[in-house]
């Protein structure tokens, strides 16, 4: 167990559907960033989150958004989803320069 | 931005065989973490590596920030070790950049 944690670990939904993807970092790391993974591919930084506030922004679609709560949790949504946002979405945190990723939530869209 | 090549893009060994793989990287950074991606789509870290050399078990790395490469040495293979292998590094405050990947099998 990394100390992050990713919910839900699956999701199966349909085109044009709208859904919810959670991260808690581990305890005490003040931020979060978001990555997309499509089929064999690299890893793409979507959004960087730091004590609750946006601090960096990546290769982020307009319907997608997140935001990091008070309880430093995060989410990521996803909306209008079409086939190509299939993917392995992971959340990861650092205290420092030490990332660490939870274990990715895989979405399939159909 | 910082851009992150790893080599070679796939690599099939058999168990027991010993292989290097290397991450070049086109500016100073800050962090250099390497990871693996299981099978099952976990990423593990196996490395904070900005320079230096480390040794966990029959897996190393090292490297030379002047020179901007990495290298991840895994010894004595066993299946377990397949999945790919991602080098990733910072610089500045920016966000961690990550490399291709290096695809690993090794087989029985």
């Known amino acids: 167990d990394s100390g992050v944690t990713q919910t839900p670990k699956h999701l199966i939904t349909a085109t044009g559907q709208r859904v919810t993807l959670r991260c808690s970092p581990r305890s005490g790391d003040l931020s979060v960033y978001w990555y997309q993974q499509s089929l064999d591919q690299g890893l793409q930084f979507l959004i960087q989150?730091?004590?609750?506030?946006?601090?960096a922004k990546g290769n982020i679609l307009e319907r997608f958004s997140a935001q990091q709560f008070p309880d430093l949790h995060s989410e990521l949504n996803l909306s209008s989803l079409e086939l190509g946002d299939s993917a392995l979405y992971f959340c990861?945190?650092?205290?420092?320069?030490?990332?660490?990723f939870g274990s990715g939530t895989r979405l399939t869209v159909v | 931005g910082i851009q992150v090549e790893q080599s070679p893009p796939d690599l099939i060994l058999q168990e027991g065989a010993n292989s290097t793989l290397r991450c070049n990287f086109s500016?100073?950074?800050?962090?250099l973490q390497w990871f693996h991606q299981n099978p099952w789509g976990q990423l593990i870290n196996l490395f904070y590596i900005p320079s230096g050399t480390k040794q966990n078990g029959r897996l190393s790395a090292t490297t030379v920030a002047t020179e901007r490469y990495s290298l991840l040495y895994i010894s004595s293979s066993q299946t377990t070790d397949s999945g790919v292998y991602f080098c990733?590094?910072?610089?500045?405050?920016?966000?961690?950049?990550f490399g291709q990947g290096t695809r690993l099998t090794i087989n029985p």
């Open positions: 990733a590094v910072v610089k500045g405050a920016q966000k961690l950049v």
């Open positions: 500016d100073s950074v800050n962090n």
């Open positions: 990861a945190s650092s205290a420092g320069l030490i990332y660490t």
């Open positions: 989150y730091y004590n609750g506030e946006e601090r």
